[in-house]
């Protein structure tokens, strides 16, 4: 009988036919030519437990109640070894590795950093806004540059009319760094100049060049020096009739606080013979701007305002 188990034969012992089936027949190691073998000669008796030994392939397998399959066929592997990055390994049993870089981390968004050949080590997550950067040689998190001139905010709200005034003066900038001033503006004199001055100052600390293109039919399309001062900013002029209107943008850069801040004005004259002009130069003040001045050179202003935004970038 199959599975009967072990049984110790004493002298004497009578051998049975069911003996012989049980423990000797079915429990010992058969030897077949192959599998095809087996399987014919097995066909009326398998059962669970019988182990064969197959001659063409040289292998020892058990029939484990519903297949044959192997016994003690050894591996290519003998041993697992940890390499850089992970660790654990073994030469027997269960064998476990670890990524080492993995457990390295303990918090959402941390980054591995390179610290030397096959040497690592956490680079911790940064705040927000922040940017990933080198420094000394190694990666870190720094605060992003600011974004300077594209963060201006409007600092005379509404604008500061212009009417019935030679001199309009917008104050109280201290603390910003950077001006963009737009000017939409006309005066009661004809051929008039709009001039501008920081801090209301008029000593020489103005220089200035730039060009002036007209259309007047004398000068179609030259362009002619503009005409600088050295005790103010020249942003533009109107035509020879009373009221042509102008439009200037001007940039101020006053991030030097203690000496040269650079000045670029664009503008368009509405005149008949209207003009367009570009230039540019510096104030030499050796204070921050605090204020800024727009002058008319003839007589007041009949119409317009003057928009200061700053930056402190």
Same mark, same amino acid.
């Given at each position: 009988?199959?599975?009967?188990?072990?049984?110790?034969?004493q /002298?004497?012992?009578?051998?049975?036919?069911?003996?012989?089936?049980?423990?000797?027949q079915?429990? %010992?190691?058969?030897?077949?030519?192959?599998?095809?073998?087996r399987t014919?000669?097995?066909?009326?008796?398998?059962?669970?437990?019988?182990?064969?030994?197959?001659?063409?392939?040289n292998?020892?397998?058990?029939?484990?109640?519903?297949?044959?399959?192997?016994v003690?066929?050894?591996?290519?592997i003998?041993?697992?070894?940890?390499?850089?990055?992970?660790?654990?390994?073994?030469?027997?049993?269960?064998?476990?590795?670890?990524n080492?870089?993995?457990?390295?981390?303990? %918090?959402?968004?941390?980054?591995?950093?390179?610290?030397?050949?096959?040497?690592?080590?956490?680079l911790?997550?940064?705040?927000?806004?922040?940017v990933?950067?080198?420094?000394?040689?190694a990666?870190?998190?720094? /605060?992003?540059?600011?974004?300077?001139?594209?963060?201006?905010?409007?600092?005379?709200?509404?604008?500061?009319?212009l009417?019935?005034?030679?001199?309009?003066?917008?104050?109280?900038?201290?603390?910003?760094?950077?001006?963009l001033?737009?000017?939409?503006?006309?005066s009661?004199g004809?051929?008039?100049?709009?001039?501008?001055r920081?801090?209301?100052?008029?000593?020489?600390?103005?220089?200035?060049?730039?060009?002036?293109?007209t259309?007047?039919?004398?000068n179609?399309?030259?362009?002619?020096?503009?005409?600088?001062?050295?005790?103010?900013?020249?942003?533009?002029?109107q035509?020879?009739?009373?009221?042509?209107?102008?439009?200037?943008?001007?940039?101020?850069?006053?991030a030097?606080?203690?000496?040269?801040?650079?000045i670029?004005?664009?503008?368009?004259?509405?005149?008949?013979?209207?003009?367009?002009?570009? %230039?540019?130069?510096?104030?030499?003040? %050796?204070?921050?701007?605090?204020s800024i001045s727009?002058?008319?050179?003839v007589?007041?202003?009949?119409v317009?305002r003057?928009?200061?935004?700053?930056?402190?970038?």
């Open positions: 009988m199959a599975g009967a188990g072990y049984k110790l034969y /002298t004497g012992d009578v051998l049975s036919a069911s003996d012989v089936n049980s423990y000797l079915e429990q %010992t190691v058969m030897r077949f030519a192959s599998s095809a073998a014919s000669a097995l066909s009326a008796v398998l059962a669970e437990g019988m182990i064969s030994y197959l001659v063409d392939t292998a020892v397998e058990v029939y484990d109640g519903s297949a044959w399959v192997g003690g066929n050894s591996g290519d003998t041993g697992v070894t940890a390499g850089t990055g992970i660790s654990g390994g073994g030469t027997s049993g269960t064998v476990t590795v670890t080492s870089m993995a457990t390295a981390i303990t %918090t959402a968004g941390d980054l591995i950093k390179g610290t030397g050949s096959g040497t690592f080590d956490r911790g997550i940064g705040s927000t806004s922040q990933l950067t080198v420094v000394a040689g990666p870190a998190w720094a /605060t992003a540059a600011s974004a300077g001139n594209a963060n201006y905010t409007l600092l005379n709200a509404g604008g500061t009319a009417t019935g005034n030679t001199t309009i003066t917008v104050s109280s900038l201290s603390g910003n760094q950077k001006f001033i737009y000017i939409d503006a006309a009661a004809a051929s008039s100049e709009y001039t501008m920081f801090n209301t100052d008029s000593t020489t600390k103005y220089d200035q060049i730039g060009r002036v293109f259309s007047t039919s004398a179609a399309g030259v362009w002619t020096a503009a005409a600088p001062s050295a005790t103010s900013f020249k942003v533009g002029q035509g020879t009739s009373a009221g042509n209107e102008i439009s200037a943008y001007i940039s101020v850069d006053g030097n606080a203690a000496g040269l801040k650079t670029l004005v664009t503008g368009f004259n509405d005149s008949a013979a209207g003009s367009s002009y570009i %230039t540019q130069g510096s104030y030499t003040g %050796t204070s921050v701007i605090s727009i002058i008319s050179s007589s007041n202003f009949d317009g003057i928009y200061v935004y700053g930056s402190g970038a």
